[in-house]
């Protein structure tokens, strides 16, 4: 049994956003005593920009940390007020779940199971300095003097850390929302030798929705059949799209452009006020009109942010204009024309850490024991955020324990594709993950992240054994489904011949598998159990798996073998500190970005932008060869 002071823990996670969230949960799951601060209590898990979560790649992501033991999932089920799947017409890589969140519930369920936590202690501070003893950190103190002790440290500042708001002419120091911002931690940072750039994000005005016409927009339901981003969620608990509140879309027109071309000199991303690079996949409207000048509308989503509120979130329209210019812009819009502002937009400008200075752990390189997740790390997204921060708080408690680290390959999940990108080809605006940055995105699907992860999940102790069996049970159906499916066959009745040109196929010359059956386009597992009388499976999730290997076969084994050539490169590790000036005939760029980055293996190093092939071919040979010169561990 453990004894602890009062201000003694194993682990300490500083910012109680997604990222810190996850990280805390995590490491209190893990059986480490872990102590979660955050500037302000009402702010935990708190969404300041569009209230909602998943979409493309990140709606994966969430599947993800479901599947290792994480909340979001968990968290966004019992709190949605419209859940819909995105990209139904296309093949299941890219399909995506996304849910739009009663923001205030969402803030209230994740502070009550982080309330109700065993081995987590929720407490509002302001955390100012880290402990850094021997190259170690050891603790953090606040604003109030208070010092606490820790094994690990897991910071996730979100967009605090030196925060700074800005509306037209008008700029201050302030966090997300209003909030206090972080100004003596990211300066103590850069003591301790971090190097920080600067970021900026954004986010849209706020209307009151008695006021808008929506006769003059386009309804967007949600699902009529269940949809869940938990593996624990029950169908029968999916709320009946006739509850499930609409969102609405509307357009901009030439008169909003104009208006915002007119208004261009007081817009403080053009004026030069602000200073900090945006995100590329999420640009304020001004940015939009600008870069895009031969369009002459833009999409707008007005989206609820809650049940019991009558804000309404102007989607894809984030601005920065001045207050009485923005109400101008609103005004100019379809359905907006009498819309009162509630809340007007804003930028926020903060500090983020140069994310090449972390291991694939998230411990940063020159510190132990210290770990940086979320938005600190350059991505934006609260998906992006959850997912690092689970994978800090698992290493912060692994860290704690003496134990190796755990790690996530690119082949494995989306968050191993975000942490390999940010640690290995760093980021220069904020960071956004997208399905096309994963070059096995059908191995990566929705659908099966608990198939990839769940067993990673109980290994950790994230998952507990009741879910872990019936985990096993899905596993074991999904095989017998297999081998029943490739026994049944189809036969060239009329009954067959006639569904055939319902899905227009051409007709069966002779008996087939139902295997084979299924692989033509538009042929459904349903149907094969309706024309052969056979029960495949009465598990629609255990259908869906099926359907997809077997439609997906071809391309599913090319990824796979890419995936080997990839786990070949990974093994050839390359020695730590190793000494790149000492390797002759290596390229003045690679050696630079070898030094910088320091790849743990030769796949990661062939990731590293501007190496080229024979720079790898270089490095490989001289590892090969045993001649290797270290760097002093001074250095």
Request: proline letters at 5%; glycine letters at 8%; charged letters at 25%.
């Amino acid at each position: 049994m453990k004894t602890y002071d009062s201000n003694e823990y194993d682990v300490i996670v500083v910012g109680a956003g997604h990222a810190g969230c996850e990280a805390a949960l995590a490491a209190a799951h893990m059986g480490e005593k872990t102590l979660l601060l955050t500037i302000n209590l009402d702010m935990v898990a708190f969404m300041p920009c569009n209230p909602s979560v998943g979409g493309p790649a990140k709606g994966t992501v969430v599947r993800e940390i479901d599947a290792l033991g994480g909340q979001m999932g968990k968290n966004i089920d019992a709190t949605y007020v419209q859940m819909r799947m995105l990209n139904t017409g296309k093949g299941p890589a890219v399909r995506a779940l996304r849910a739009q969140a009663d923001k205030w519930q969402y803030h209230e369920h994740m502070k009550d199971v982080i309330e109700n936590t065993p081995n987590l202690t929720l407490r509002q501070a302001v955390a100012d300095e880290l402990v850094v003893e021997d190259g170690v950190c050891r603790g953090v103190i606040t604003n109030t003097g208070a010092k606490y002790h820790a094994k690990s440290v897991v910071l996730t500042t979100g967009t605090a850390a030196r925060g700074k708001i800005i509306i037209g002419e008008l700029a201050y120091s302030s966090g997300p929302n209003n909030s206090l911002p972080s100004v003596k931690l990211p300066e103590n940072l850069e003591r301790l030798g971090f190097k920080l750039r600067r970021f900026k994000t954004g986010t849209p005005p706020r209307v009151d929705g008695n006021t808008i016409d929506y006769s003059k927009t386009e309804e967007e339901p949600g699902d009529q059949e269940p949809r869940h981003f938990s593996y624990t969620s029950k169908d029968e608990d999916y709320i009946k799209v006739e509850d499930q509140l609409s969102c609405y879309m509307t357009y901009t027109n030439p008169t909003t452009h104009e208006i915002i071309r007119k208004n261009l000199d007081r817009a403080p991303m053009f004026s030069g006020v602000i200073k900090g690079v945006g995100p590329r996949y999420c640009p304020s409207i001004e940015d939009k009109v600008v870069r895009f000048a031969d369009k002459d509308r833009h999409q707008i989503f007005l989206e609820p942010e809650g049940r019991n509120t009558k804000e309404i979130y102007v989607g894809d329209f984030s601005t920065s204009m001045p207050e009485e210019v923005q109400l101008q812009m609103v005004h100019s819009v379809a359905g907006l024309e009498h819309a009162e502002l509630m809340r007007p937009g804003y930028a926020i400008e903060y500090d983020v850490i140069e994310p090449w200075q972390l291991k694939h752990t998230l411990e940063t390189k020159n510190i132990k024991g210290l770990f940086t997740a979320g938005q600190m790390n350059g991505t934006s997204g609260y998906e992006e955020a959850a997912g690092q921060g689970l994978i800090a708080g698992i290493n912060a408690a692994l860290s704690a324990q003496n134990k190796p680290g755990f790690t996530l390959q690119r082949d494995e999940a989306y968050i191993g594709v975000l942490i390999d990108d940010l640690v290995t080809k760093g980021t220069n605006e904020p960071y956004r993950l997208l399905t096309s940055r994963a070059e096995y995105r059908l191995l990566l699907r929705h659908d099966n992240a608990d198939l990839r992860l769940t067993a990673k999940g109980h290994e950790l102790g994230l998952i507990d054994d009741e879910r872990y069996q019936t985990f096993l049970e899905k596993k074991q159906a999904i095989s017998q489904a297999m081998k029943h499916i490739a026994e049944i066959k189809i036969h060239p009745t009329d009954e067959v011949q006639a569904y055939l040109a319902s899905v227009k196929q051409d007709r069966l010359n002779a008996g087939v598998t139902a295997a084979d059956f299924i692989k033509r386009p538009r042929v459904t597992i349903d149907a094969v159990e309706e024309l052969t009388g056979e029960v495949i499976s009465e598990d629609r999730y255990v259908k869906e798996q099926i359907e997809i290997a077997l439609k997906y076969e071809g391309y599913i084994k090319k990824e796979k073998a890419m995936v080997e050539k990839l786990h070949r490169l990974e093994s050839k590790k390359i020695p730590d500190r190793i000494d790149y000036s000492a390797i002759p005939s290596l390229a003045t760029e690679a050696r630079q970005k070898f030094e910088k980055i320091r790849p743990e293996s030769i796949a990661q190093a062939e990731r590293i932008s501007g190496v080229n092939p024979a720079d790898l071919a270089i490095l490989t040979a001289y590892i090969q060869q045993g001649r290797i010169a270290k760097l002093p561990e001074d250095k």
